[in-house]
């Protein structure tokens, strides 16, 4: 028989890893309600226009990562390699900037998928959390996000995070840059990669991605954005730090930060974290302000900002930083039962417990004492209970710590309220 592989830059993720997957997403979802943010989800497939349009026909999520195909109608699919455009589609076809109020904060997560080269912390099908906030230009809205993103980091327990922060101006300025960009590349542009090439003609701010090394030997001395921010980019750019500075929020601002999606514009931002033994998996969250996305979409012009974190990065990277806190799989209790005459009784005890709430478990093939809390260590129970022939009779169970090897008798009729007070205590 045949033994099947994960397909490349996918992976398979189970107990432990899978569990704190879904911790740090669900702590992330909570983090954002509390910051007034609506659940959404969205098709996993669109049409391919609508992320080619969103994020630039020039980018290198639509020139060489979206997974694209014909469907069975001969209409183009791509598997979304972000949420940010999907949002804002939703948004059109339900009319929520008719029928909610503005802005509207909106949360999501779920898988994503980008035909990337694989390598530590960049998968083909990857999951982001993000947020997007539709609806308002306010400093206040670019500032409450990016204090949101940076807290949540610091809630999950990264101790200390790396924002950098840059404006791209609003389309004047950016529009000036270009210009400047086209006027420095034109003389060397022949020398350079046939992408960039290609990025000079139709937009000149993606040669700053490229990631060939002698390219970027070139794009090192290129002019900066900050140059070409007229007054009122400037003027807004500030109010963000202003706010950001109020609220203890600590960033660096790199003026070579452009970020590679087309609908950004004004304050662009990315968080990095690297660990004390040097880990670096890139960025592990990133987002901007942008103004167009809506109305390109076919709704209304509306001034947003959002990001996404990825949450493959964050979940390695608190394996490596805390591994103490890093959950365990664990059962509250398993249950040792001794002999056939009370497997039913045991069984019983059991669904009792996970009814009051307990995370219990028990064997159901007859096992000797010692194998029973073999398995029960293995599973990393915190209690044994013990459950004979004297115990049924006597309606009294052996309640075991696993952790501190103490045994107390516990009645039938106590053993939820005690289970209660021990668990608690335990934590
Ligand atoms: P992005 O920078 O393309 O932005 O992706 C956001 C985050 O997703 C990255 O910082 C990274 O942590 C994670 N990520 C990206 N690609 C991969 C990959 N191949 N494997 C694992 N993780 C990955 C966006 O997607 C924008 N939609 C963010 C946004 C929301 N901007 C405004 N609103």
């Given at each position: 028989m045949p033994i099947y592989q994960p397909q490349r830059g996918t992976y398979d993720a189970f107990y432990e890893d899978q569990e704190n997957i879904e911790k740090i997403a669900s702590l992330l979802k909570q983090i954002a309600s509390i910051y007034g943010y609506n659940p959404i989800s969205v098709p996993v497939y669109e049409t391919t226009e609508l992320f080619a349009r969103s994020a630039g026909e020039s980018s290198d999520i639509v020139t060489k990562e979206m997974f694209t195909f014909l469907d069975k109608g001969g209409r183009s699919i791509t598997?979304?390699?972000?949420w940010t455009a999907g949002v804002m589609r939703a948004i059109v076809t339900n009319k929520l900037y008719a029928t909610k109020?503005?802005?509207?904060k909106l949360s999501y997560y779920g898988p994503t998928f980008r035909y990337e080269r694989p390598q530590?912390?960049?998968?083909r099908q990857f999951n982001q959390m993000g947020v997007e906030n539709v609806g308002v230009s306010s400093p206040y809205s670019d500032a409450e996000t990016i204090t949101l993103g940076y807290n949540s980091l610091k809630m999950i327990g990264f101790s200390h995070v790396i924002l950098k922060i840059n404006s791209i101006g609003d389309e004047e300025s950016r529009n000036a840059y270009k210009e400047a960009l086209k006027e420095y590349f034109s003389s060397k542009i022949d020398t350079m990669c046939p992408d960039c090439q290609r990025r000079y003609k139709?937009?000149?701010?993606?040669?700053?991605?490229?990631?060939?090394k002698d390219d970027q030997e070139i794009i090192k001395d290129a002019p900066k954005m900050g140059d070409f921010l007229n007054e009122n980019s400037k003027k807004y750019f500030q109010e963000i730090l202003t706010l950001l500075d109020n609220q203890g929020v600590e960033y660096e601002i790199d003026d070579s930060l452009v970020r590679g999606?087309?609908?950004?514009?004004?304050v662009v931002f990315e968080f990095h974290f690297i660990s004390k033994e040097g880990t670096n998996l890139g960025a592990i969250g990133a987002g901007g302000h942008y103004d167009n996305l809506v109305e390109e979409v076919g709704g209304p012009k509306l001034s947003s900002v959002g990001f996404a974190f990825g949450i493959e990065r964050l979940n390695t990277l608190l394996k490596e930083i805390s591994p103490e806190t890093y959950s365990k799989c664990f059962l509250d209790v398993f249950v040792v039962w001794l002999g056939k005459d009370v497997e039913s009784y045991a069984y019983d005890t059991l669904q009792n417990l996970r009814l009051n709430g307990f995370k219990a478990d028990m064997n159901f093939e007859e096992k000797s004492f010692k194998s029973q809390i073999k398995i029960a260590l293995r599973k990393q129970a915190k209690f044994i209970l013990i459950i004979g022939e004297d115990e049924v009779k006597n309606n009294a169970f052996g309640l075991k710590?696993?952790?501190?090897?103490e045994q107390i008798t516990v009645t039938k009729d106590e053993l939820i309220t005690k289970l209660d007070e021990l668990c608690i205590e335990e934590e």
């Amino acid at each position: 028989m045949p033994i099947y592989q994960p397909q490349r830059g996918t992976y398979d993720a189970f107990y432990e890893d899978q569990e704190n997957i879904e911790k740090i997403a669900s702590l992330l979802k909570q983090i954002a309600s509390i910051y007034g943010y609506n659940p959404i989800s969205v098709p996993v497939y669109e049409t391919t226009e609508l992320f080619a349009r969103s994020a630039g026909e020039s980018s290198d999520i639509v020139t060489k990562e979206m997974f694209t195909f014909l469907d069975k109608g001969g209409r183009s699919i791509t598997l979304r390699p972000e949420w940010t455009a999907g949002v804002m589609r939703a948004i059109v076809t339900n009319k929520l900037y008719a029928t909610k109020d503005l802005p509207l904060k909106l949360s999501y997560y779920g898988p994503t998928f980008r035909y990337e080269r694989p390598q530590a912390g960049r998968y083909r099908q990857f999951n982001q959390m993000g947020v997007e906030n539709v609806g308002v230009s306010s400093p206040y809205s670019d500032a409450e996000t990016i204090t949101l993103g940076y807290n949540s980091l610091k809630m999950i327990g990264f101790s200390h995070v790396i924002l950098k922060i840059n404006s791209i101006g609003d389309e004047e300025s950016r529009n000036a840059y270009k210009e400047a960009l086209k006027e420095y590349f034109s003389s060397k542009i022949d020398t350079m990669c046939p992408d960039c090439q290609r990025r000079y003609k139709i937009n000149p701010l993606r040669i700053l991605d490229c990631k060939d090394k002698d390219d970027q030997e070139i794009i090192k001395d290129a002019p900066k954005m900050g140059d070409f921010l007229n007054e009122n980019s400037k003027k807004y750019f500030q109010e963000i730090l202003t706010l950001l500075d109020n609220q203890g929020v600590e960033y660096e601002i790199d003026d070579s930060l452009v970020r590679g999606l087309d609908y950004y514009s004004h304050v662009v931002f990315e968080f990095h974290f690297i660990s004390k033994e040097g880990t670096n998996l890139g960025a592990i969250g990133a987002g901007g302000h942008y103004d167009n996305l809506v109305e390109e979409v076919g709704g209304p012009k509306l001034s947003s900002v959002g990001f996404a974190f990825g949450i493959e990065r964050l979940n390695t990277l608190l394996k490596e930083i805390s591994p103490e806190t890093y959950s365990k799989c664990f059962l509250d209790v398993f249950v040792v039962w001794l002999g056939k005459d009370v497997e039913s009784y045991a069984y019983d005890t059991l669904q009792n417990l996970r009814l009051n709430g307990f995370k219990a478990d028990m064997n159901f093939e007859e096992k000797s004492f010692k194998s029973q809390i073999k398995i029960a260590l293995r599973k990393q129970a915190k209690f044994i209970l013990i459950i004979g022939e004297d115990e049924v009779k006597n309606n009294a169970f052996g309640l075991k710590n696993l952790l501190n090897q103490e045994q107390i008798t516990v009645t039938k009729d106590e053993l939820i309220t005690k289970l209660d007070e021990l668990c608690i205590e335990e934590e």
